[in-house]
């Protein structure tokens, strides 16, 4: 019998490239000190554009105006957008999954027209069976009740299911929300070890 039948990952830095770092990039291109960066863009309005109670233009109008910058937003939007590029070897992982029969979902903290642009580049994630992002489901993965309800629409056992997530806290979350199995991902070829052990040879 298998130890997992569903695996859900998380999107950014697990399938591409995501927010994480972001604040390096946008100091190389503007000279903008790195540190003063991460703090506009982070915080309580980062939070409100992944819940959608914010568009990405407003986000941005916001964050540029904290470390006043006069840059035009398609210029930022360009940075931000050539960032999310794939993560190696992850999407081998999804496909062998797929066609290996198990359930695979993607449960991800990201902002809507981000995603948008995203799943128009990397065709790959119409692989997974189910789709949960925070602008939709208006709350994100520090709260439990997006894994309770990304399981619910998996039609997926906890016991059966596992998490897949760079964040240590959103695995956390995930084994509250009672998810047994859950992996910090650190790569494409750790994480096939890790399947591996779980009697899952891809």
Known sequence: MKKIDVVVFD???????GFVGLE???????GIDKDKLSEALHGERLNAVFEGRISEHDYLRDVLKDIN??????FIKFIIRN?????HGTRH???DLKSNGYRIGLLSDHVKEWVEYIEAKHGFLQL???KFYSFDLRTTKKHPESFRYALDRLEADPDKTLFIDD????LEVALSAGIRHVHQFAGADILRKYLASY???L
């Open 83 to 87: 960032n999310f590029r794939e993560i």
């Open 93 to 95: 992982i999804i496909e």
């Open 24 to 30: 390096h990039v946008l100091s190389k291109c503007t």
């Open 128 to 130: 997974f069976d189910e």
């Open 69 to 74: 910058l006069k840059a035009p937003l398609f």
């Open 167 to 170: 964040t240590p806290r959103n």
């Open 199 to 201: 009697g899952v040879y």
């Open 11 to 17: 999107l950014a830095d697990v399938c591409v490239r």
